[in-house]
């Protein structure tokens, strides 16, 4: 599949997603760059601006397995990954598939499972697969693993730990639409809710040859060096306790090739780093205290050291 094709069928996606999801275009076409490049997205944020519909259109639109887990403090491993049961028929141990073993999986208020059960997701969110009882077994592809998170309720939550934050690829915001895209969201919904209207626009088979065709994205060794030096500079600042890893600049690599992509372009620019910079590198960022009080952020921050670093002028095209 060429890029050309690849822009035009995403954007045929884009476009039924937001039957559904009115005025946040920015954040479904990050959502697709992340499954484009087979990465995981954390959508954090206030309760009630979509988050989960969001994940429930994008499972819609392209046409493959979709499963829920909805998280609470008594859920456990096996209901995530699955278990072995014994079979009066066969007298053997049969497994027994969980919701993981699907191709988009909505992980529901992740942060109200304890860390016993989310660590249990940590295999299968990196190596695409699943140990139960000493057998592996490998998860569907395409894989991905849209969470939701409120950032306001505290009691009967616990926060993710670093481990977790860093198998997301990017952790998003809706945020409140404006009026007069609210307006239009309770004017779509006065019959019935248009998620039932969505259809499939691509097969499992496109999503993998789209997939296939973002991994053929040139970016310029100039621009490497670039990414190295933007996550370079998240460790060694004074407001930093501790900085994005290597998986940052991986994350940086692969997401800037998904924007890239979704622009029609088989080659990334500067711009497509800056504008995915916040998103991939944040949430990998543990601020100082005494930066906190002082009011700056892990995202203020990767905005300073943007702003700190010279863009590359010469690349290939």
Do not use: W
């Not at 306001?152 to 009026?179: A, T």
């Not at 895209?181 to 809710?193: A, G, M, R, W």
């Amino acid at each position: 599949m060429t890029i050309r094709s690849l822009e035009q069928k995403a954007g045929a996606v884009v476009r039924e997603i937001e039957q559904v999801i009115v005025g946040k275009r920015e954040t479904v076409r990050l959502v697709l760059a992340a499954f484009l490049c087979n990465g995981h997205v954390l959508l954090d944020d206030i309760p009630g601006v979509g988050k989960t519909t969001l994940a429930k259109a994008i499972a819609k639109s392209i046409g493959t397995e979709f499963k829920r887990i909805q998280f609470t403090p008594d859920l456990l491993p096996a209901d995530i990954t699955g278990t072995s049961v014994f079979s009066q028929k066969t007298s053997e141990f049969e497994f027994r598939p969980g919701p993981i073993f699907a191709n988009v999986v909505l992980a529901d208020e992740i942060n109200r499972a304890t860390p016993k059960t989310l660590s249990s997701l940590l295999e299968c969110m990196e190596e695409l697969q699943v140990t139960v009882d000493g057998i592996t077994h490998v998860v569907p592809k395409p894989f991905l693993v849209i969470a939701t998170q409120n950032n306001i309720e505290r009691r009967g939550s616990f926060p993710l730990p670093e481990s977790q934050l860093d198998r997301f690829l990017m952790r998003l915001s809706m945020g409140y639409p404006d009026k007069k895209e609210e307006v239009t969201i309770i004017e779509s919904q006065l019959s019935e809710h248009p998620i039932h209207n969505v259809q499939p626009i691509l097969s499992r088979d496109e999503i993998l040859e789209l997939q296939a065709a973002v991994k053929e994205v040139r970016i310029d060794p100039c621009l490497r060096d670039y990414i190295v030096e933007i996550v370079s500079r998240t460790r060694d600042r004074s407001e930093t306790e501790l900085g994005a890893s290597p998986r940052g600049s991986l994350g940086l690599v692969n997401a800037g090739r998904g924007i890239a992509a979704l622009a029609g372009r088989d080659y990334v620019l500067p711009d497509d780093i800056k504008s995915i910079a916040v998103p991939v590198l944040a949430h990998r960022i543990i601020m100082r205290p005494e930066a906190l009080v002082k009011g700056i952020t892990a995202e203020k921050l990767v905005m300073e050291i943007l702003h700190e670093i010279p863009v590359p002028v010469a690349y290939e095209r």
